[in-house]
């Protein structure tokens, strides 16, 4: 049976190909699935300010009338001037497992990637390092966090099959909470706290927190995420974006600002109880009783707390900030209960980010992978 493929064009088909990927993991046990209003924002170019320097095109494939496929090309201007390529991306790939409906999507981004003068493509990628990235590759039996994606085993199959090779991994990792933390960290974070005289920095508020130190939390990210993978650097726009998105949701305890003498924002991290049970039982929706399952998870009890956000300006990194941050947190973890953390996706070849967990005990438990392929 033929394979046939439909652009967005409305709306309502915008929410058609948001809808796939979470019915496609529905009632699973290991996916969080995002929430529609979320990716319907993020897609939409009249409302994610990534389009002032992206473009993009979304695809569904349809067989006998009934969605069996979706994927979103994109191609970051931004980025490719700041690597010096001209990439395509593709990105919000979903499937049933079938090879013919997965080489129709891709062949439909391929085909605009090379009206487009592109000379390969590469993903999953979103826009920004702030949308979803990476396919599973390892770890199929552990559940995902809020901000990474799930996938079936068969789509890096399907790519491999396709001609699609491996660009990069991100690797993820169980960090043993320690129920009483080390003096020795404490001393360490007291020295390093007066001898550069930094301070750790406590809100009652995440509105206070937003207004007073969220454009700076991002023109840190600005500066740590700059050499890594496809990274293009933020707007002021899109700072604005990431701080509605990211503080909204901020659990104060569980957030950490550390500051110089002149109130730069030199070190932070910014975690969140794991969601996922709770964005299973949502089904995409905060209404009617998606807030509520939300707000039980923010604010109860969990084993996992999930690393969403952690970065060292890196002139500090050196002189040890990082140890304020683990004295501020690793401690509240304990006291809230956790067992372990969950890191967010970290590069390969990010040696920075993977040191930080060495005074800890870790475990490797996922794989995502870019893939990339020659046009």
């Not at 699935?33 to 924002?41: A, N, S």
């Not at 349809?62 to 390529?85: C, L």
């Not at 969601?275 to 923010?298: C, D, S, V």
Request: charged residues 25%; glycine residues 6%.
């Amino acid at each position: 049976m033929s394979i046939e493929i439909r652009e967005v064009q409305t709306k309502k088909e915008l929410k058609q190909f948001v809808l796939f990927g979470i019915r496609l993991y529905s009632n699973h046990p290991y996916a969080a699935p995002p929430l529609l209003m979320d990716d319907m924002t993020v897609l939409n170019k009249e409302k994610n300010p990534s389009f002032a320097f992206c473009e993009a095109r979304y695809f569904m494939a349809f067989r006998d009338n009934k969605m069996v496929g979706r994927v979103a090309g994109i191609i970051n201007h931004r980025a490719n001037e700041r690597w010096s390529y001209q990439h395509a991306r593709f990105g919000w790939l979903d499937m049933i497992d079938d090879l013919e409906v997965t080489k129709a999507l891709l062949e439909a981004v391929e085909t605009w990637a090379k009206e487009k003068k592109m000379t390969a493509i590469h993903g999953p990628v979103g826009f920004t390092d702030f949308d979803r990235e990476g396919m599973l590759v390892h770890g199929f039996d552990k559940p995902g966090t809020m901000a990474t994606n799930y996938n079936f085993p068969y789509y890096p199959e399907h790519l491999a099959a396709l001609g699609y090779q491996k660009d990069i991994d991100w690797k993820e990792y169980n960090i043993q909470i320690p129920k009483v933390f080390p003096e020795k960290h404490f001393r360490i974070a007291k020295i390093v706290k007066e001898k550069y005289q930094l301070e750790a920095l406590h809100f009652r508020s995440t509105k206070t927190l937003a207004k007073n130190y969220g454009k700076k939390i991002f023109d840190l990210l600005n500066v740590c995420y700059s050499d890594l993978y496809g990274f293009s650097l933020l707007s002021d726009e899109q700072i604005q974006f990431y701080i509605g998105l990211y503080l909204s949701l901020a659990r104060l305890n569980l957030a950490s600002i550390i500051v110089n003498k002149e109130d730069e924002v030199v070190a932070f991290g910014f975690s969140l109880p794991s969601m996922t049970k709770a964005l299973q039982k949502a089904k995409g929706r905060l209404f009617p009783f998606g807030f509520i399952y939300l707000l039980k998870a923010l604010y109860g009890k969990s084993k996992v707390v999930d690393l969403y956000l952690m970065a060292v300006r890196p002139d500090y990194q050196v002189k040890g900030a990082s140890a304020m941050l683990f004295a501020e947190l690793m401690p509240e973890y304990a006291r809230e209960g956790f067992e372990y953390a969950e890191s967010n996706p970290e590069l390969e070849t990010n040696q920075k980010v993977s040191t930080l967990w060495d005074s800890f005990e870790t475990k490797h438990v996922k794989t995502r992978r870019a893939f990339i392929k020659e046009l």
